[in-house]
């Protein structure tokens, strides 16, 4: 299994930026996708951005232009720099892991709060 693990969360004005980053532990798979999903209270889960083991990513509308995933392979670790941040951005956020069409799992979420 693969264990998860975010940082980089936490409150900041509107305008602002962060980096959040999720480390991947445990039984990495060389073709994996992962990404970020964000929850915002009495909302449903939505995509945020995603990126293959092969550094391709898709992002969601609301975030394009201003938010930009990458990852570090030889660490299995992805980012999120988040940049020009709005309130509607405070969520938690959480990164995701997906292998094949069976291995999907989850880290414990972080905090985003922006300001106005």
């Known amino acids: 299994q693969v264990r998860l693990v975010e940082s980089g969360g936490g409150l900041v004005q509107a305008g602002g930026s962060l980096r959040l980053s999720c480390t991947a532990s445990?039984?990495?798979?060389?073709?994996?996708?992962m990404g970020w999903y964000r929850q915002a209270p009495g909302k449903q889960r939505e995509l945020v951005a995603t990126?293959?083991?092969?550094?391709?990513?898709n992002y969601a509308d609301s975030v394009k232009g201003r938010f930009t995933s990458s990852r570090d392979n030889a660490k299995n670790t992805v980012y999120l720099q988040m940049n020009s941040l709005k309130p509607e951005d405070s969520s938690v956020y959480y990164c995701?892991?997906?292998?094949?069409?069976?291995?999907?799992?989850w880290g414990q979420g972080t905090q985003v709060t922006v300001s106005s």
């Open positions: 445990g039984s990495i798979s060389y073709f994996n996708v």
């Open positions: 995701n892991y997906r292998s094949g069409s069976t291995v999907n799992y």
């Open positions: 990126i293959t083991s092969g550094h391709s990513t």
